[in-house]
């Protein structure tokens, strides 16, 4: 079993940015991949980054690219979104989890944190 707290989450106006942190209880062979996803109000749970433990790997999805920035620092089991230019449709739940391989289906994901809400205002 493997806990992932996510912190970070809160209001900020438009064109901001938000740094999220997940720490994770410990790393296993079914989390080896770092994500985060997002879930607004009466939409499904999107993917948003993803990172491999050794950081040497990382992926976006295509609307985040050139404005989030996931980073792990493997020695205290932390992942970090760096979010910028932060807009109101980015408005949502942000999840933390882990995955034994990259993809981008929520369902292949072994462990999900709390969520940690982001709001942003015009």
């Known amino acids: 079993q493997v806990q992932l707290v996510e912190s970070g989450g809160g209001l900020v106006q438009a064109g901001g940015s938000l740094r999220l942190s997940c720490a994770a209880s410990?790393?296993?062979?079914?989390?080896?991949?770092m994500g985060w996803f997002r879930q607004a109000p009466g939409k499904e749970r999107e993917f948003v980054a993803a990172i491999n433990w050794s950081g040497s790997g990382t992926t976006y999805a295509d609307s985040m690219k050139g404005r989030f920035t996931i980073s792990s620092d493997n020695n205290n089991n932390m992942a970090y979104l760096q979010m910028n230019s932060l807009k109101p449709e980015d408005t949502a739940v942000y999840y933390c989890?882990?995955?034994?391989?990259?993809?981008?289906?929520?369902?292949?994901?072994?462990?999900w944190g709390q969520g940690t809400q982001v709001t942003v205002s015009s």
């Open positions: 989890a882990t995955a034994p391989i990259l993809s981008k289906s929520p369902s292949t994901w072994t462990y």
């Open positions: 410990k790393r296993t062979v079914v989390s080896k991949i």
